[in-house]
């Protein structure tokens, strides 16, 4: 895997003050937001692109909601979130729009990805390794209710997976039935 790594830089927030540095994957710029003084055995969180949700503060998922917490518990606990560009659990964004209207007609988020073509989730964490790696990092504590992602994210042990359950709303309640229902999130 060739990868191009950024300098860290600062980057004060209203979350905390943080490092970051990007690690650039092929087509793909990654980023990795880090406490000053990252603990033995810190709390990672593995973010997946969310534009509508992360940017535009969307209600159709919870992905805003859990950002604003990893970066909270990275500031607390001196953790780590690593931002993957896996936008529309890695379609991209024009098919994620794609399978929107179609959940618009009915279908569910995962009905939506296979008539489109693809799998439910196309998402893959080589780079997790990599990043995890690149800091030295052996063991870490995993925020997600995702077992797909305990179970994907190798060469470091994962030595607790912490729940991250945000407070649904009407707009979001079946998308997240569908996450415990169908793709079987811990919620
Ligand atoms: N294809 C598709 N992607 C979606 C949809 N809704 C959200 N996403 C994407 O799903 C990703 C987030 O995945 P989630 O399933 O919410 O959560 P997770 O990362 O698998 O699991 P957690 O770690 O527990 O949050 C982001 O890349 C979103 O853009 C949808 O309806 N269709
Ligand atoms: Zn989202």
Known sequence: MQIKISDVADLPSRFGDFNVQA??????????????????VPIVRVHSECLTGDAIGSLKCDCRDQLEYGLQMADETGGMVIYLRQEGRNIGLLNKINAYALQDKGLNTIEANHQLGFAADERTYEVVTFILHHYNIKKIKLLTNNPDKVNSISGVEIVERIPIIMKPNKHNEGYLDVKRDGMGHLL
């Open 23 to 40: 690690f650039k994957q092929g087509q793909k710029e990654h980023l990795v937001i880090c406490a000053k003084e990252l603990a033995e």
